[in-house]
């Protein structure tokens, strides 16, 4: 390849919608069970995520756009260690990344950046900032699988044989690619944006501006089309200051166990949950909750299975409604298992955005019009991040937790993202100051919405009291 490429249409969107206070990264955190050595972190990077071109790269802007220039990595100055202040360590790391998520990188240098800290909770943390134009967040956790290993000696261990994985639930299948059925079906399917899919799918090609601002507008026609979404706290004018949280590890085994208590799904119960914690979110805040839904939109895999390119962005968006209106966690639980069972069953290629990423690439004007619509019609970007089932390792030391985020764009300003690792859920919260002061407000509410979930114990039957003796006189 040479040393100047023009970035592809999608991936230049991200650095078009970019503003100051939405910067559009892509978040990760893992949470290691012990220190993590600097000088073999330095070493894993160089030799599993340098050779991915898009890492080793910087953006160069001119007239026409951008282009990838090949750039000498400095890991030291990508690789930068903290230290947390004393006291609570968690709220030190959550205002930690909210500071990062805040801060532009360096546009001088590859977009991406790790903070190690060392010393964290008897181990250490490490927070990873990749900008959005390398490549979604579904692509980023791949990369992240070829980081780390199935052992803390991965080059010296044996295979050996592990319990197949639970089957994937609808929502995990939207981070799997587009099998050829799939892609042919949409295109015969008579969704609107299927005769615009070479946008999509070869975004290397001469960018058809024309083409792309009519497939756009269909798109906003579309989206124009649904219910405006609830007016609350959560719509408001960004600030610019992100705020993160994150709930404790929910044992999956426990969520699985009260959803088939009350015969529905772990994607319910983890939704109810949310749903629950964002109600009474708002009516502490003292915000009316009377028949509030709160639109999200879900990030959804458009790559197709033959795809060899392990980075970029090929995804699109799918709406799902939250009722935060309900006050009853079991009456919400039921409303929610019959959403993701409708979601289930009409999943389909009319229900995808699958154009929003072209906007970057569409005049000033139009771009403005499909972000603030965006923001109307919608409250946060929901992400459902499917881990490991079993314990990884970087560079030698567990990952206990694991957290990502998306970024949210235009004038939306709430991301939360429901993630899957080795046996546990957990959901995390990145928002905007104007939306959510403090996100720990929402998510130390998780675990006591999943224990309201639980069925009451029957009552104990008491003894049947005996009659008395009868004592006859002989």
């Given amino acids: 390849m040479s040393a100047l490429e023009r970035l592809g249409s999608m991936d230049m969107t991200w650095l078009q919608i970019e503003q100051k206070t939405n910067l559009m990264q892509v978040l990760g955190l893992l949470i290691l069970e012990t220190s993590l050595d ?10 599993d995520l340098l050779p991915l071109e898009r890492f080793s790269q910087q953006v160069l802007r001119d007239t026409a756009g951008a282009v990838w220039e090949t750039h000498q990595v400095e890991l030291n100055v990508h690789i930068v260690e903290v230290v947390l202040p004393a006291g609570d360590e968690k709220a030190a790391l959550e205002s930690l990344i909210g500071t990062l998520a805040a801060t532009p990188l360096d546009p001088a240098r590859p977009l991406w950046q790790v903070h190690l800290i060392r010393s964290y909770r008897g181990g250490s943390a490490l927070i990873a900032r990749v900008h959005h134009c390398i490549a979604d967040s579904i692509a980023l956790i791949g990369v992240l699988r070829t980081l780390t290993d199935s052992s803390p000696n991965a080059a010296e261990a044996l295979p050996t044989a592990s319990a197949p994985p639970p089957a994937p639930s609808h929502f995990d299948k939207l981070y799997a690619p ?4 799939m892609v042919e079906g949409i295109k015969l399917s008579g969704a609107f944006w299927a005769k615009y899919w070479s946008l999509v799918f070869n975004p ?11 497939a756009l507008t269909l798109e906003i026609g579309k989206l124009n089309g649904l ?20 709930s404790p590890p929910l044992s999956g085994s426990n969520v699985a166990s009260i959803a088939a208590d009350n015969g529905t799904t772990t994607n319910a119960v983890l939704l109810a949950c949310l749903t629950g914690a964002l109600h009474d979110y708002l009516a502490a805040q003292g915000a009316s909750t009377a028949g509030v839904e709160l639109r ?21 968006l799918i709406p799902i409604e939250l009722p935060v209106g309900i006050a009853d966690p079991k009456a919400r639980l039921e409303e929610m298992h019959i959403r993701v069972q409708d979601f289930s069953r009409t999943y389909e290629a009319q229900r995808t955005l699958g154009l929003f990423s072209l906007i970057g690439q569409t005049p000033r004007a139009v771009q403005l019009q499909a972000l603030k619509l965006l923001a109307n019609k919608s409250s946060a970007l929901l992400c459902h991040v499917p ?18 985020w998306s970024p949210a764009s235009g004038e939306m300003g709430l991301t939360i993202s429901i993630v899957s690792y080795d046996g546990h859920y957990q959901i995390g919260v990145l928002a905007d100051a104007a939306m959510v002061a ?10 006591a919405e999943l224990l309201a979930l639980k069925p009451s114990p029957a009552p104990a039957r ?4 005996r009659a008395p003796r009868k004592v006859t006189s002989t």
């Fill in 38 to 47: 600097r000088s073999v972190l330095e070493e894993r990077l160089r030799k």
């Fill in 178 to 181: 587009l099998t050829r059925t």
């Fill in 204 to 214: 290397q090609q001469a960018f058809d501006y024309a083409r792309a601002t009519t």
């Fill in 227 to 246: 219910q405006d979404d609830s007016r609350t706290l959560f719509k408001a004018q960004p600030l610019g200051v992100k705020r993160a949280s994150w």
């Fill in 296 to 316: 999200t939109l879900m990030p959804v895999n458009l790559r197709n299975e033959d795809s060899e390119e392990p980075l970029g962005n090929r995804s699109g």
């Fill in 387 to 404: 881990g490991s089932h079993e314990p990884r390792y970087l560079a030698g030391a567990k990952i206990v937790e694991e957290m990502f």
């Fill in 438 to 447: 403090a996100p720990s407000d929402i998510t130390n509410r998780i675990e």
């Fill in 462 to 465: 008491k003894p049947a009291r």
